[in-house]
């Protein structure tokens, strides 16, 4: 059979890893910013595809159909993302007389949306969170959340990923709440219309894995708990979930596979709960008709392969899996191209290196040499580790960060250290709302990367010089026989020391005269000035002088909150930019008077390209 994939990166590469150990051709579809991705190397063929733009054109169900009429392909794999849950596109590919690696077309569109998903999980006797659907009327959903009881949330009733939802404290703030949730809804799922229910203070997100066949077979692969979140989107996942009374977990089984038995599910899924931390009460929360981001660390507790019993699946095999058992225990970080000392703000640039334990599995779309573009999701790979018990897992998957490298990109790496070692996620008891309630540690010190580099580098030196082995960089020491002088850039200052003594604790990768070094997730480039025994960055810069504000990153602008003239005060936004499918506020960095605004919503706009000028102050 040869599969074409319908998606892209990380997800694509580990569609072929499967479909290739069991037999079968692929095809990549790709678009230009993904031409030299690993993921359209190593398909079987690839095919580029064009609709205007990359995004779009992932989403094209033409342009997909007729990349697999042009290689022959058998069947489309949706991956997640991008069309995995449009019933459409599923009804055009059988109509195209191919085979669908997913679930029927009736499932995915009657989980589709949220209101059709509440409906049939009440009908089928699942617990649902009590809201209100039943009225798009602002009047009627405001008179609702009063009857309900604040705080509420008001959420869109169609697509995901955290867009369109609003938690509502008051009544008074509930008119400004809905039209803000009604617009994102709007602007990123062409659909406004959305739900208001109860918000539980202290709320888990906790989810049941699923994999049914076309036999009327449906089996639960235990839980995973997702609950360290932030904008909605998860962050840190982990198999089992931890801390559930087995009766609550037995419940939260049951209640997975009656809703799929409900709408006949015949393919991998996932069934979404709330999970009261207070009460152990749990609530249907949605259902996503595809394969989960996180499944690899189910794959690890129960020994499946999820895309295997995909495949399988489609091809109208019956499950033959025998009793499921879950074992052992997983952790999963999602790495993303950010900045977690910026606001999580999305990042993009040319990787170096990447450095990664053998012992932890890799789920990756990127490798040396490729770019990470502004186009799609920040996420660039999966980190995933597992043992015999949780505390295992966990003080494994802190050893995977701290030896884990990606050069030239700023990455969320860092902030994963930190989190790993927090006491809620230690001890398994984190809720929804722990990020948001929580301060991150202080911003990596560009000065220390400096230093170590140096040491790093003297290592290697001595090492090329037969005066020490390359046995352990962190045992290295730069004695006053050997001083070094540095010169690194801060901002616009610059900076000249001397190291004579040091004990690198950072990851670092030596080549010639660069060395990359990682602190907390943050990689720093060098460059070993020999002549003068100097060093200097090898990316410097400034976001625009203190008279502008500039694009922190590429993107699209979707708002312009100012005009020209008007008097701003420190933190006010001026202007929102869409970027990774996520907006992000561009705020005045102190008070002032706007003198010129030189961009317009749905502009597209470069990297520390100028947005907004202030007038001097006299």
């Known amino acids: 059979m040869r599969i074409l994939i319908a998606n892209r990166g990380e997800i694509a590469r580990r569609v072929i890893r499967t479909a290739h150990g069991l037999g079968h051709e692929t095809v990549a579809v790709f678009t230009e910013p993904d031409a030299e991705s690993p993921f359209v190397r190593e398909a079987s063929r690839s095919v580029l595809i064009d609709d205007g733009s990359p995004v779009q054109s992932y989403l094209s169900i033409e342009a997909i159909l007729d990349a697999a009429k042009s290689t022959g392909a058998d069947a489309v794999h949706p991956g997640y993302g991008f069309l995995s849950e449009n019933a459409d596109f599923a009804e055009a590919v059988l109509e195209a007389g191919l085979v669908w690696i997913g679930p029927h077309p009736n499932a995915i569109r009657a989980m589709g949306s949220k209101i059709e998903a509440r409906r049939i999980a009440a009908d089928a006797g699942v617990s649902t969170i009590p809201g209100f659907a039943d009225s798009q009327d602002s009047q009627v959903l405001q008179e609702a959340a009063d009857r309900i009881g604040y705080p509420v949330l008001v959420k869109a009733s169609a697509g995901g990923g955290g867009k369109g939802i609003r938690i509502v404290h008051e009544a008074e703030a509930f008119p400004e709440a809905l039209a803000s949730a009604k617009d994102e809804a709007m602007r990123s799922f062409s659909d406004d219309k959305v739900i208001v229910e109860r918000y539980v203070t202290r709320p888990r997100h906790v989810e049941v894995q699923l994999i049914g066949d076309r036999h009327g077979t449906v089996i639960h692969l235990g839980t995973r708990e ?41 393919s ?61 225990h997983a952790f999963e970080a999602r790495v993303n191209a950010e900045d977690a000392w910026a606001g999580f703000a999305p990042q993009i ?46 003080l494994r998957l802190v050893r995977a960060l701290d030896e884990t490298l990606i050069g030239g990109l700023v990455t969320n790496l860092g902030f994963h250290r930190w989190l790993i070692d927090q006491p809620p996620v230690v001890a398994g008891r984190v809720t929804t709302r722990f990020l948001d309630e929580t301060d991150l540690p202080p911003q990596p010190d560009e000065r220390v990367a400096a230093v170590e580099a140096a040491a790093h580098w003297v ?15 962190r045992q290295f020491r730069v004695t006053p026989l050997v001083p070094k002088r540095l010169v690194y850039l801060q901002g616009r200052e610059i900076h000249d020391i001397e190291v004579t003594s040091n004990d690198p604790t950072s990851l670092a990768v030596v080549d010639g005269r660069r060395v990359v070094v990682g602190i907390a997730g943050h990689s720093f480039t060098f460059t070993a000035l020999t002549q003068s025994e ?62 010129e605004v030189r961009v317009r919503p749905g502009d597209r706009i470069a990297g520390n390209q100028v947005l907004v000028t202030f007038k001097e102050q006299e």
């Not at 996942?237 to 409900?262: F, I, M, Q, Y």
């Not at 290697?460 to 960089?473: E, H, K, T, V």
């Open 226 to 266: 997702c609950s360290v979140q932030r904008r909605y989107q998860k962050v840190l996942e982990e198999a089992p979930a931890p801390n559930l009374d087995p009766a609550t977990r037995e419940g939260l089984h049951s209640a997975a596979v009656t809703l799929a038995k409900a709408i006949d599910y015949d």
């Open 534 to 595: 100097r060093w200097a960055p090898v990316q410097t810069g400034a976001h625009g002088a203190a008279t502008t504000v500039s694009a922190p990153f590429p993107g699209v602008v979707a708002e312009v909150r100012v005009d020209e003239g008007q008097e701003v005060s420190a933190g006010e936004i001026l202007v929102v930019v869409e970027a990774m499918k996520m907006l992000h506020p561009v705020v005045a960095p102190g008070a002032g008077t706007v003198d």
């Open 349 to 394: 640039g040319t990787v170096s290196d990447i450095v990664v334990p053998e012992a932890a599995r890799w789920d990756s779309g990127i490798e040396p040499g490729n770019e990470v573009t502004s186009h799609f999701d920040p996420m660039v790979a999966k980190l995933i580790v597992g043992g015999p018990d949780r505390e295992t897992a966990r």
């Open 459 to 473: 290592a290697a030196q001595d090492r090329d010089r037969g005066l020490s082995p390359w046995y352990s960089l």
């Open 268 to 328: 991998a899924g996932t069934v979404e709960f709330i999970v009261d931390d207070d009460s152990g009460e749990f609530f249907f929360l949605e259902m996503n008709t595809r394969l989960q981001v996180e499944h690899p660390v189910t794959e690890f507790v129960t020994g499946l392969d999820l895309v295997e019993l995909q495949i399988r699946s489609a091809m109208g095999e019956p499950l033959a899996i025998g009793d499921v058992t879950v074992s052992g």
